[in-house]
């Protein structure tokens, strides 16, 4: 078990939620700071913070000498580091499959619907509510349809599992179950994405993504 491993994040935070989901799998002790994204202006551009991560988001995981940002590498670093229940599988093709489908959500999905993209759209190009929701609408079904596609490709190929692309967790359900809470929170009708749907529900019946959940961390405002 790691001693002293520190995690910085929000409990909103998707990128964050998915560095919780990935620690609890592995078993790993940490202690969790909060980095609060809106109050004061932002506490992510505080100097101290800046210092940490210049790029002012998080997570940031410190792990002794050890200082990340970017949760999927954090994600890969804790495997190769911790190789206990891994996240990603080690063979290929699946292990570049799995990567590939991460990238799909946290790359092409949830940047559109990050919080700096949101009030940039409202402080600097002046949206509403309204035009906000649309676009977060929009990205999430665009991203949401492909995904469900490609898994149940997945499936005609491989047959049926209960996670993602295996029968344990991946890193792309890791990935999967913060955007879905997303697009629960923003009311995005999930009902076209039946397989997500269940990917997702047999997620959360466990305990490491229970514990993980924003609504269960010490920071939450609910």
């Not at 078993?27 to 700071?33: A, D, R, W």
């Not at 409202?122 to 469900?148: C, P, T, V």
Request: charged content about 20%; overall charge negative.
């Amino acid at each position: 078990m790691s001693k002293g491993m520190t995690l910085f994040g929000y409990w909103r935070s998707s990128a964050a939620y998915r560095v919780r989901i990935g620690l609890n799998l592995k078993q790993l002790n940490y202690e969790s700071i909060s980095v609060h994204l809106v109050r004061n202006g932002g506490e992510q551009h505080a100097p101290q913070y800046h210092e940490l991560n210049t790029s002012e988001l998080v997570p940031v995981l410190v792990d002794g000498d050890v200082q990340l940002n970017q949760s999927l590498t954090i994600l890969q670093y804790l495997d190769e580091t911790y190789p206990g229940n891994l996240l990603i599988p080690e063979l290929s093709p699946l292990r570049y499959q799995a990567l590939a489908m991460a990238q799909d959500i946290a790359m092409e999905i949830h940047p559109l619907n990050n919080l700096r993209v949101l009030q940039y759209l409202e402080r600097e190009l002046s949206h509403g509510q309204e035009i906000k929701i649309d676009w977060l609408h929009y990205w999430m079904n665009q991203g949401f349809s492909a995904l469900e596609e490609k898994l149940a490709k997945h499936r005609k190929v491989n047959g049926d599992r209960i996670y993602s692309l295996t029968n344990s967790p991946s890193i792309v359900d890791i990935c999967l179950v913060p955007q879905v809470y997303n697009a629960h929170r923003f009311n995005v009708d999930m009902a076209p994405f039946p397989l997500i749907n269940s990917i997702v529900e047999a997620c959360n019946r466990l305990p490491a993504f229970i514990e993980a959940m924003p609504e269960n961390q010490a920071d939450a405002e609910v």
